[in-house]
């Protein structure tokens, strides 16, 4: 009897699965979904005024020579120099560190206390304004060092790029599946073996988007590079000096009454906005090619 039922059962349920929605639910989702998209589109127009407005001031004053002159000859070379220096500085010190200590966090020590101290520090850092931590830099190399310079500016950045790396580097080790790990182990692999060969390389793509983004955030810090790396008008003599930066540079000149030095301002901004762009696409398409 129930055999004989069963093809009747099945014809209705897949009535009720193919049948259109009733009139009142369909003008909810179209409803719905105008919704959203026009919230969204509000939220964009912001974003796109800023970009046309940088575009349209800053793109006619793009001159090949800028790129390699200094900010006193009307250029950003020693600017671009300076950002690239300051941000390679904060790599060095915070990508490794940041990498180790996420994986220990999701692969080594997930519950016991300095776990839990070290998320806890570490989500606490994600908060902390910049221009504090510009403070905090200023008192630990500058006040040292007496001088104003791009290991202080990198130190500065570094310390806002760490716990960015932290976090993503243990989510996107907690998001590889524990299978993983067990056929690893059933293999006869050892927890070092499984983290680095197994886990980490799983997690590369989603932990490469993450440094990618606190790189992209660091080269367009401004308040923490006033506080440690100042600024220079000419080419930077060492590591230990002051040293230039777009960001500093379009915060220092945007008052210029000078027009050359107000052109440069804007082309500045598209030239730093080209950069942080160019470093969030690298980003994006890593994420991409795992997809």
Same mark, same amino acid.
């Given at each position: 009897m129930e055999n004989y039922q069963q093809?009747?059962?099945?014809? +209705?349920?897949?009535?009720?699965?193919?049948?259109?929605?009733? /009139?009142?639910r369909l003008l909810f989702t179209y409803l719905m979904n105008?919704?959203?998209?026009?919230?969204? $589109?509000? $939220? =964009?127009?912001?974003?796109?005024?800023? =970009?046309?407005?940088?575009?349209?001031?800053?793109?006619?004053?793009?001159?090949?020579?800028?790129?390699?002159?200094?900010? @006193?000859?009307?250029?950003?070379?020693?600017? !671009?120099?300076?950002? !690239?220096?300051?941000?390679? !500085?904060?790599?060095? &010190?915070s990508i490794p560190i940041g990498l180790f200590t996420?994986?220990?966090?999701?692969?080594?020590?997930?519950t016991n206390s300095i776990t839990r101290f070290v998320r806890f520090i570490t989500s606490i850092l994600t908060g902390v304004p910049s221009i504090v931590v510009g403070i905090f830099a200023?008192?630990? @190399?500058? %006040? /040292?060092?007496? /001088? &104003? /310079?791009?290991?202080?500016?990198?130190?500065? +950045?570094?310390?806002?790029m760490l716990p960015i790396i932290v976090l993503t580097t243990e989510e996107a080790l907690k998001l590889i599946p524990i299978e993983q790990r067990l056929a690893s182990a059933a293999l006869g692999g050892t927890r070092f073996q499984?983290? &680095?060969? @197994?886990?980490?390389?799983a997690a590369?793509?989603? !932990?490469t988007t993450g440094v990618l983004l606190a790189v992209a955030r660091a080269a367009g810090e401004t308040a923490p590079l006033i506080f440690t790396a %100042?600024?220079? =008008?000419?080419?930077? $003599?060492?590591? +230990?000096?002051?040293? $230039?930066?777009l960001p500093v540079l379009i915060f220092n000149l945007y008052n210029d009454p000078d027009p050359e030095r107000s052109q440069l301002v804007w082309t500045t901004s598209i030239i730093l906005l080209g950069l942080v762009?160019?470093?969030?696409?690298?980003?994006?398409?890593?994420?991409s090619k795992k997809k």
């Open positions: 093809p009747e059962v099945d014809k +209705l349920l897949a009535a009720e699965l193919y049948s259109p929605l009733p /009139s009142r105008f919704m959203a998209f026009a919230f969204a $589109a509000l $939220a =964009l127009i912001p974003l796109f005024s800023i =970009l046309w407005e940088i575009i349209k001031r800053g793109i006619g004053g793009i001159k090949t020579e800028m790129f390699v002159k200094s900010v @006193i000859d009307n250029g950003f070379g020693n600017a !671009i120099l300076g950002t !690239i220096t300051v941000v390679a !500085i904060a790599s060095s &010190f996420g994986i220990f966090l999701a692969e080594f020590a997930q200023y008192g630990v @190399i500058v %006040l /040292s060092t007496k /001088s &104003f /310079s791009a290991i202080a500016g990198g130190f500065a +950045l570094a310390t806002i499984t983290t &680095f060969r @197994i886990v980490v390389t590369i793509p989603t !932990i %100042l600024f220079s =008008l000419d080419w930077s $003599a060492g590591l +230990l000096t002051p040293t $230039a930066s762009l160019c470093v969030s696409l690298i980003s994006r398409l890593v994420t």
